[in-house]
């Protein structure tokens, strides 16, 4: 089913589902839970060996594969936990703060 | 037909299991406690027996039973339980997630005293202490009436209005293991009553696949889930009473939130929760003889509580005793004391009023007690004062 939202912040007590229930299976994607990252992973496209460690290791399937190569972070949800950047063999991942893109943008 | 079947004696468990075995609900999941053993006992009994279809889920504790209901539930099946004291004491945690779910499972509550000192006879303060929970609560006074509630608690609890959990509650010991009269429907009339249960979201709907018990962020709408319980509360006690008056139909046995004896024409009353309902009308039966008009009235909605009915049948008397089989400690009075002077006050409603404590850890209420209190409220409806604390029945030393 699809369920709109859209205007839940307004939803008085009769609008939601009985019992919080979430009726649509897998919306949780719709939730930006990358808003608190504080370090954006950011990956060297001539060092990675396409390995996808990183892929297997981030806790919150933020790395993006296309086809068999990585090709992007999802920082809608990515947290910043650096972890792809620890298991990336070749390091080719590094951490950077995110203010430096924010003063950039 | 045939509706009901012949009269019988039972025990007020043997009672309720036989319900339970004419719902065949999907899932039992319970964790024996006196005084409530010999319903789970028996039921267990009919799945090895092959006489029931149900999943019996044999769990390590009470919180487990309950969680176990939730699961069951929350998958879409008919699910019962039953407890008693501080087996439901150890449930509390999810007693609260089963009404939030809007899960509507049936337990039988057994009444019985919280230690300490350690008891394990009868009085309300399980229940009492779970009237907040979100739970439907049905009184009963005696085996028959435990039987109804129990036949009658998945029509109200499943009703799409109300989707709430039910626990049904009677008398330990006193009526529990006492043997009493019992008319049971048959089995096909019970079937027949309760119907299918209606479709609603589940885990088990792999074509719609939901989520069931989410955390609700950190500013989500836990306040507006509030909101719709008690909105299910209110939606409640209407179809309770059309419940009721659907099983008045098949039975002949009228139920009512509130059970009036002689209220009509009463100069004084008392309200009463459970099986001191019977000790009092025998004493009524007395002093009626004697030209005293006194009623009775007893409480088996307790939740959702019918605040203006109660007020309403009140409001004619001059003097009313409520008795509390359990004590709210620091309080004005007891539970069913608090409840009954917020409605009187809510409806303005003033009479007379005094709070009477009796049957704490199972001590006995002897007809001469409530005689005792009918005294009182007649002295008090010609004009003299009553105790403005606690009235204790049957102290021992004062
Ligand atoms: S920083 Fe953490 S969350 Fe973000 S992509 Fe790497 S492993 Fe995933
Ligand atoms: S772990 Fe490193 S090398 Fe492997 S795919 Fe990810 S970024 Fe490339």
């Known amino acids: 089913m699809s369920w709109d939202i859209s205007d839940i912040k307004n939803w008085g007590p009769d609008k939601h589902e009985k019992g919080a229930v979430i009726p649509e299976a897998g919306n949780a994607v719709g939730y930006r839970t990358g808003g608190w990252r504080t370090n954006r992973p950011v990956r060297d496209d001539e060092t990675c060996t396409q390995c996808l460690f990183c892929y297997f290791y981030c806790p919150d399937s933020s790395v993006i594969v296309e086809g068999q190569e990585v090709v992007d972070f999802d920082l809608d949800h990515c947290k910043g936990c650096a972890q792809c950047a620890t298991e990336c063999p070749v390091d080719a991942i590094t951490m950077h703060p995110e203010a430096e893109f924010r003063r950039k943008s | ?398």
């Open chain 2, 1 to 398: 037909m045939a509706t009901t079947e012949k009269l019988m004696a039972v025990t007020g468990n043997q009672a309720v299991a036989m319900a339970m075995k004419q719902i065949d609900p999907d899932v039992v999941a319970a964790y024996p406690i006196t005084p409530q053993t010999d319903v789970v006992q028996s039921y267990s009994q009919y799945v090895a027996d092959g006489e029931v279809q149900t999943e019996f889920v044999t769990v390590e504790s009470e919180h487990s039973a309950m969680s176990a209901c939730i699961g069951s539930a929350a998958a879409g099946a008919r699910t019962m339980t039953a407890t008693s004291s501080a087996g439901f004491a150890l449930m509390w945690e999810v007693v609260y997630v089963a009404a939030s779910m809007r899960l509507p499972i049936v337990m039988t509550t057994v009444n019985r005293a919280l230690s300490g000192p350690i008891n394990i006879h009868c009085d309300h303060s399980d229940s009492m202490g779970g009237r907040d929970s979100g739970w439907i609560q049905i009184y009963n006074e005696d085996a028959q009436e435990a039987y109804d509630a129990t036949v009658m608690s998945f029509p109200i609890a499943e009703h799409p209005d109300v989707s709430l959990p039910l626990m049904n509650m009677y008398d330990g010991f006193i009526i529990s293991g006492a043997i009493g009269p019992l008319r049971p429907l048959s089995d096909a009339a019970v079937k027949d009553f309760i119907g299918e249960k209606p479709a609603v979201l589940n885990l088990l709907d792999s074509e719609h696949p939901v989520t069931f018990g989410p955390f609700d962020g950190l500013h989500g709408w836990y306040f507006e889930h509030k909101i719709a319980q008690n909105r299910a509360m209110e939606a409640a006690l209407p179809v309770i009473q059309e419940t009721y008056d659907r099983f008045a139909e098949v039975t002949g046995r009228q139920y009512q939130h509130l059970m009036c004896y002689d209220m009509e024409d009463a100069d004084v009353a008392i309200v009463v929760i459970g099986s001191a309902a019977g000790t009092a009308r025998t004493v009524m039966a007395k002093l009626k003889a004697e030209g005293l008009k006194v009623g009775l009235v007893k409480i088996r909605t307790f939740r959702p509580f019918p605040t203006a009915e109660i007020a309403r049948v009140l409001s004619g008397v001059k003097a009313v005793a409520v008795l509390d089989r359990a004590d709210s400690f620091g309080a004005m009075g007891g539970p069913l004391y608090l409840e009954i002077l917020a409605a009187l006050y809510h409806e303005g409603v003033h009479t007379k009023t005094v709070n009477c404590i009796y049957g704490l850890g199972g001590r006995d209420l002897y007809p001469q007690n409530i005689e005792d209190v009918f005294r009182m409220l007649a002295d008090a409806a010609g004009g003299a004062d009553l105790p403005q604390s606690r009235v204790y029945l049957n102290m021992k030393g004062e």
